[in-house]
């Protein structure tokens, strides 16, 4: 089982940027593949992001050109960094494994002027 902590969350303005964090426990981090997922309000959640242990990334197309994923294994921290950020990009940001398929807690992402 792999215990994630979201954090970096918060309100920003249309066009401006924003950099979410998971921190994973684990001794094998550097292995895993990780997700950032999101949750609009009233939706359901869907994948944003995914990047493998050797560093592949793979992005939705709402994604795509804006966000890039990323990860230090010296810190067993994964990141997604969210530029030219939307209203419609508003959500719960969850990080996930899906290994053990573990899931963290998720952080507010709010996007309004």
């Known amino acids: 089982q792999v215990q994630l902590v979201e954090s970096g969350g918060g309100l920003v303005q249309p066009g401006g940027s924003l950099r979410v964090s998971c921190v994973a426990s684990?001794?094998?981090?550097?292995?895993?593949?990780m997700d950032w997922y999101r949750q609009p309000p009233g939706k359901q959640r869907e994948l944003v992001a995914t990047?493998?242990?050797?560093?592949?990334?793979n992005y939705a197309d709402s994604a795509k050109g804006r966000f890039t994923i990323s990860r230090d294994n010296t810190k067993n921290t994964v990141y997604l960094q969210m530029d030219s950020l939307k209203p419609e990009d508003t959500a719960v940001y969850f990080c996930?494994?899906?290994?053990?398929?573990?899931w963290g807690q998720g952080t507010q992402v709010t996007v309004s002027s």
């Open positions: 990047i493998t242990g050797g560093g592949s990334t």
């Open positions: 684990g001794r094998i981090f550097n292995i895993y593949t």
């Open positions: 996930h494994e899906p290994y053990f398929d573990s």
